[in-house]
C-alpha cells in the first residue's frame, strides 16, 4: 500500500469525526484522559526504572565475580612467586644473590602488584655479633638488629621507636628486600622480625605451621601498604612434625610483599560508582587494622538516589592462607535510566489513554443521542397515535382469524359502535361489505390480502351496511400486517366516506400522505441515530484484536532491541505487522462510522471465495499457534454478490476467531471447517468447529446484544455480524452440528439473479 494512505490526510472523516467527539467531551472524559495517561506513564517508567536497577544489580554481580576471581588469580600467582623465589634460596649460595635480584626484578615488572621480596635468615644469639659484622659491609656502619615500639599503627616511619634488640635466644632480621623499597621504607632495614608486634605474630605461625602466612596491612609510606606472604624454610627439609621443634630447624623466612592497591585493580569507570575493600573474615583477628584496602566512589550517590536500596556483597577469597574476605558496595541510581525509553512509555501511555478518552466521549454522546432518539421516538409514536384519532379516515386492524383488534374514532363513527364493542369480535359481524350493482362474483378482499399477502383494493362499487340499514358508499383498502421477522399476524383496513366530503377527504388524504413521509423520516433518522449507538458500543471489541497484535509486535521489538546484537530483520518484519494492523484498525473504525454515516454503502461486486481466502491468510499464524487444522471446501463457479468487502471480511474474521476460541483448551485436535455454495438462489458460507458447541437453552440468543458465552466477551461481536449480512440483503444463522461442535451460516443474495442489487435504505 501506498505510504501516503497512512497519513491523517487520508482519513479526513475519520479525523473530523475524532475532532467533534473531543470538542463535544465532558470534562469528565478529559480526567479520565489525564488520570489513565498519568497512571500509565508511572507504571511504564516503574517497570522500566525496574528493569534498569534490576541491570544494575546483575551488573554489580558480575563486576564483583570477575573481580574476585581476579584478586584469586593474583594471589596465586603471588604464591608461585614465593614459591620460584624459595627454589632459588635453597640453590648454589655462589650466585644466588645475583639470580635472586634479576628474578625479583623481573617478577615485578609482570606483576604490577609485587613491591618486593626477599630472604630473611633466621640468626642464633651467638651469631648475632658476627651477622651485623657480616651485614655491614652491604647495608651501612650503622646496621644493628633493632626492634620498634608501634603506637598503635602498622607502620615504621617514627624514628623515637626504633632501639636496638636485646638479647634473645634467636632473631629474623629484615635485611633483604629487592627490587630495593622506597627511600621512606628503608628505615625498616633491619628489624627484628620474629619480635615485632606487627609481623612477629605472623611469622611465629609460618614457623609452625610450614603453611604461608599473610600479615595484616602493612604501612610502608603515607600513600602505599602492602600485606606480606611469609613462608619459613627448615634444615633438613622436610621438617619435625612436631610444631614446637620446627623454629629451632628454621634457617629463616622468605617474604614476599604485594601492593593492595594493585591487588584490586578498578578500571575508571568502575572507581566511579563502585566502593570496595579487604576485610578480615569473621573469626580472623588481628592487633591492627581489620580492613587490608578500602577505596570509596570517586561519584558520591545525589539525594534522590538515596533513596534507592544500596547493594552489598561478601565475597570469600578462596585462598586457604589468605584471612580477608572482598567487600564490595554499591548505591542504586536513577540517572543510568534511558531517557528515551522513558519518552517513549509516556508516549505510548497516551496511546490506551487516548482510546479511553474516545470510549467516555462516544458513550456520552451516545447517551446523548440515545436520549434525542428516545425523545424523537416518543414524539413519533404520539403523533402516530394522535393522528390515527384525528384522521377521517377508519382505521380497522384484524388478526390472522379476522377478529377486530383496533378502532380508530373514525371507524366508531361510520360503524356506528363502540370500540369496546367491536374488538374480538368477528370482523363479518362488524364490518358489513356491500357492493352495488354487482354483475359478477367479487372476492372477499380480506380473504384474498391474508392468502396472498398483499394489499387489495376494495371495489369502486363498496358501501358499508350500517346497522340502522343507511348505505354509506366507501373506498379503502386492506394491506397485510407483519410482525419483525416477517410473519404475517393480521391485516389492516382502511376505508372512507366518499359520498359529500370526497373533495375534502382527498385533500386530508394528501395532508395525512406528507405527514406520513415526515414520519418514515423521523424513523429513519431514529433508526441511523440508534444503530450509531450500538456500532459506537462496539469499538472496543472490534479494535481490541488489532491493538493487541500490535501491542505485541511493538513489545517483540523493544525487546529485540535491548540485546546485544539486535536482529533487524526480525524488528522491521515485526514493525511492519505492527503497521498493518494498524492499518487494519483504522479501516475497521472507518468502516464502523460510514455504517451509520449519512451516505450510501461502498458496496461492490464481491468474490467470496477470494474475501475467505484473505481472511484464512490474516487469521494463518492464530491457527498454527492454536493447531487448529482447516478443511476449505471453496464452491466452484460461484456467483459473485454485492456486498462491502471489508466489512464481509470482518464478519468472516469474527466467526473464525469465535471458532478458535470455542476449540481452545480441549482435548482433540481443533478442526476448523469452511464451505461456501450457490443452492436455492442464495451464496451460502458455512463456518463450523468441533468444539463443545453451543447450549440449546442458548443457541436462540447469540445474536442478541451483549449475550456471550465468553467470560470476557463482550456480546457485539455477533450482533454487529448479523447487522451488516442484514445490511448486504442477506441473513446469518446458527445451529449445532451433529458430529459435535457449532455451525453459522451466511446466505447472501446473488448478483446475477436479474434482480437489483441490494441497496442500504439507510441515510
Known sequence: MRRRDFRPAAFPSLWLGQHHLLANAPRKAWAWFLVSWALLSLLGGSVLIAMDLRHQQQHFDRVVFYMTRAVEARLKNAEMVLYGLEDIITSDPSVRDTQLRSYAQQAARRYNFIYSMGFQPHIAHYQRQAFERAVRGNLGPDFLIRDYQHDGSASWRRQAGWRRAPERESYIPFVMAEPALHQSARSAIGLDLLADAVVGPTVTRALRSTDIEVTPLLRLSDDQSAIAYIHALYSPSPPSDSPLMRPEESIGIVTLLVRTDALLDLRPEQRAWLNISLSRQEGASSLYDSTVYQRRATQPPRWLDTLLPALTQHEQIDTPYFPYELVASTQLRFNMVDRVSLFLAVLAAALPSYLILLIVAIRHNARLDRESADDSLFRTRENASVTLQAISDAVITIDNLRMVQYMNPAAERHLGLREEEAIDQPLGDVFMLRYEFARRAITDPFVECLDKQQVCELEENSYLLRPNGEKLLIEGSVSPLFDRGGGLIGAVLAFRDTAPLRRRMLEALETSETRLKQHEYELARVTRITSMGEMASGIAHEINQPLSAIMSYCQA???????????????????????????????????????????????????????????????????????????????????????????????????????????????????????TSYSARRVCVKIGDNGPGIGDDKIDDVFAPFFSTKISGMGLGLTICQTIIESFGGHISAHNRSSGGAEFVVELPPLDTGQPPYTDTRE
Open 557 to 675: 521489538s523493544l525487546s529485540l532491541l535491548e540485546e546485544d546484537e539486535p536482529n533487524l530483520e526480525l524488528i522491521v518484519q515485526a514493525i511492519q505487522s505492527a503497521v498493518a494492523q494498524a492499518d487494519r484498525a483504522g479501516k475497521i473504525v472507518r468502516r464502523l462510522r460510514e455504517f451509520v454515516a449519512k451516505k450510501a454503502r461502498q458496496h461492490t461486486p464481491v468474490d467470496v471465495n477470494h474475501a475467505i481466502s484473505n481472511v484464512l491468510a490474516l487469521a494463518d499464524y492464530d491457527l498454527r499457534q492454536a493447531e487448529i487444522a482447516v478443511d476449505y471446501h471453496p464452491g466452484v463457479h460461484l456467483p459473485l454478490v454485492y456486498a462491502d468487502t471489508i466489512q464481509l471480511e470482518q464478519v468472516v474474521l469474527n466467526l473464525v476467531r469465535n471458532a478458535i476460541d470455542a476449540m481452545h483448551g480441549q482435548d482433540h485436535p481443533g478442526c476448523l471447517s469452511v464451505e
